[in-house]
C-alpha cells in the first residue's frame, strides 16, 4: 500500500505539471487571423482601371496612373497567398486610380471643349447660323449642355456632350461651306454669263455701226 501511495506520488509530480503546462499552452497560443480576399476592394480598383482606359486618362495623370498600377499589380500578386497585403495594395490603387480621374478629367473635358470651340469658330466665319440654321442651333444646344455639366462638375458627361458638338459643328461648318463654295460658284457662272451677254451685245453693235 505504502508502495502504491509513493507511485501514485510520482506519477502526479511528473504528469500533473506536463499536463498544466500543455494547458497553458494551449490556452496561450494566439488564433491564427484568417483574412477573407479582399473582392469587394479588387472589384472597385478594375472598376476605375477600366473607366481609365475607356476615356484615355492615363496620359492626362501618368504618375499617378503609374503609381496605381504598382499597387494594383501588387494586390494581384498577393491575392489568395497574403490577403490582408492585397487588401492594403488595392486601397492604395483605388486612391491612385481616383487620383487620375480627379486630374485628368478636367484636362480631357478642357481639349474636348477646344476641339468643338474650333469648329464653332470656323462655322461662325461663314455665318453658318444662318446658312444652315436649324443644325447651327441643336449644336449649340448639345454644346450649351456640355457648359452647365462642366460647370456642375459632371466632367465625365461633359466631355461627352463636348464630343458630340464637336462632331455637330464639324457637320454644320461642312454643310454650310457646301451652300456657301456652291452660292458663289453660281454668282461667278452667273457674272461671267452677264459679262458674256455683254460682249456680245458690244459686238453687235459695232456689227450695226460699220
Do not use: W
Not at 94 to 121: C, H
Not at 167 to 193: G, H, P
Amino acid at each position: 500500500m505504502k508502495h502504491k501511495i509513493i507511485l501514485l506520488g510520482i506519477l502526479a509530480a511528473v504528469i500533473l505539471p506536463a499536463l498544466a503546462a500543455a494547458l497553458l499552452s494551449c490556452a496561450s497560443a494566439p488564433e491564427e487571423t484568417v483574412f477573407e480576399a479582399p473582392d469587394e476592394e479588387k472589384a472597385l480598383a478594375e472598376a476605375l482601371r477600366d473607366r481609365i482606359e475607356e476615356f484615355g486618362l492615363a496620359e492626362l495623370a501618368q504618375s499617378d496612373y503609374d503609381a496605381a498600377e504598382a499597387r494594383y499589380k501588387e494586390g494581384t500578386m498577393a491575392y489568395g497567398q497574403d490577403n490582408e497585403a492585397s487588401r492594403k495594395a488595392f486601397d492604395g490603387a483605388i486612391a491612385y486610380y481616383q487620383a487620375v480621374i480627379d486630374k485628368a478629367f478636367p484636362i480631357l473635358v478642357g481639349n474636348v471643349k477646344t476641339d468643338a470651340d474650333s469648329y464653332r469658330r470656323q462655322a461662325d466665319a461663314i455665318k453658318a447660323s444662318v446658312a444652315v440654321k436649324e443644325d447651327y442651333a441643336a449644336a449649340k444646344t448639345v454644346y450649351d449642355s456640355a457648359m452647365a455639366e462642366e460647370q456642375a462638375g459632371n466632367y465625365e458627361k461633359a466631355a461627352e456632350l463636348f464630343g458630340q458638338a464637336e462632331e455637330l459643328f464639324a457637320q454644320v461648318y461642312a454643310d454650310a461651306k457646301e451652300k456657301k463654295d456652291k452660292a458663289e460658284q453660281a454668282l461667278k457662272e452667273a457674272l461671267e454669263n452677264l459679262e458674256s451677254s455683254e460682249e456680245k451685245a458690244r459686238e453687235a453693235d459695232r456689227e450695226m455701226g460699220q
